[in-house]
């Protein structure tokens, strides 16, 4: 698109804009799966209520990030959604049917009348949070894994997502969801219940490293990820992202075992952004990998720039709204407020 002598990449702006609406949707939604991954290390009622009560303002409001990176990319990149829709058919669907199934739970623990029906609910949202997370981290192993495209259609197999490293990545991420869960009620909590998600935070902590560095090491025996992190002169700026791990790691257990509330949660959302931000710099500029660019699976320029502007005023106020709700309900949560 041109404006006089100014040309604008409208695939590239739309590329930026739908990462980081995954990014947000990864960030915002995964403490609060982290929640239901989490639920099995607490048994007491109060303390799974309190649990829940953290979340319970933000929940629902943080999935609008999936639908504005689901629905732009059906918009402004057709031809990657019509490609990687059905080389994922299974896991996803199975996610959404997890993410209901949980959105359901959450409401109905509440309303439930005895103690069999809560631990019931219980039970269903913990299942829901991990089979939604399992679902996310396969469908992220088979993306970078590649997809197999002919004539601009997915030539692959209905297996295809499923592989020793799509498992590996979705074990990731439920140690990485997990940790932002536990981070986020670190914040949250005091006192006995504060420290317990101290200790099961250096865990999973330890736990997400160990996972960053094996779906590291995995990739590089991808000749396409070898390029850009073996070799000069490529590597030479890839490298500024392990050394910034490992600088926010060392921070992130200072942190945790001491008293930091807020600085542990946002350390983990570092380690996701740079984890996010090595995965960008493996892919780009792939949309579907390992051939598809952004600008071979873009919409017309008409409809780039037309959306771009309903982009413009939808995002903002999506911010706003976002950034007014944590802020009302800032502050610990205590056992017997909350929700109702």
């Known amino acids: 698109m041109s404006l006089g002598t100014l040309t604008i990449d409208l695939p590239f702006i739309w590329a930026c804009l ?46 609008t990030w999936l639908v504005l990176g689901g629905g732009g990319m059906l918009a402004v990149f057709p031809l990657a959604y019509a490609t990687l829709l059905p080389a994922f058919y299974m896991p996803l669907i199975l996610m959404l049917l997890a993410l209901i199934f949980r959105g359901v739970s959450f409401e109905m623990r509440f309303r439930a009348r005895t103690p069999r029906g809560r631990l019931l609910w219980d039970r269903s949202f913990s299942w829901g949070s991990y089979a939604a997370t399992i679902c996310q981290g396969i469908c992220l192993g088979a993306y970078v894994q590649g997809v197999r495209v002919e004539n601009r259609a997915y030539a692959g197999g209905w297996w295809d997502w499923l592989t020793p490293f799509s498992i590996m990545t979705a074990l990731a991420l439920l140690a990485g969801y997990g940790l932002l869960g536990a981070c986020w009620l670190i914040w949250k909590t005091q006192d006995e219940l504060q420290a317990r998600f101290r200790k099961i935070a250096l865990t999973l902590g330890a736990a997400t490293l160990a996972f960053i560095g094996a779906v590291s090491i995995a990739m590089l025996f991808e000749a396409p990820f070898r390029e850009r992190w073996l070799h000069f002169p490529a590597a030479a ?33 570092g380690l996701f952004a740079l984890s996010y931000a090595g995965l960008g710099i493996s892919l780009w500029p792939m949309i579907v990998p ?30 706003i709204y976002t950034a007014y709700v944590y802020w009302l309900f800032r502050g610990k949560v205590h056992a017997g407020t909350g929700y109702h």
């Open 237 to 269: 700026g890839a490298a500024i992202v392990p050394i910034l791990v490992l600088l926010l790691a060392w921070i992130f257990f200072i942190k945790v075992r001491g008293n930091g509330e807020v600085s542990p949660f946002l350390c983990a959302l």
């Open 290 to 319: 390992p051939h598809v660019t952004i600008w071979d699976a873009a919409a017309p320029p008409a409809t780039q720039g037309f959306l771009l502007v309903g982009a413009a005023v939808l995002i903002p106020i999506i911010l």
């Open 18 to 63: 739908i990462a980081i609406a995954v990014f947000m949707y990864v960030v915002m939604d995964g403490f609060d799966l982290g929640i239901g991954i989490l639920f099995p290390a607490v048994h007491g009622r109060e303390e799974r209520d309190v649990m829940v009560n953290s979340v319970a303002p933000v929940w629902d409001g943080n999935e």
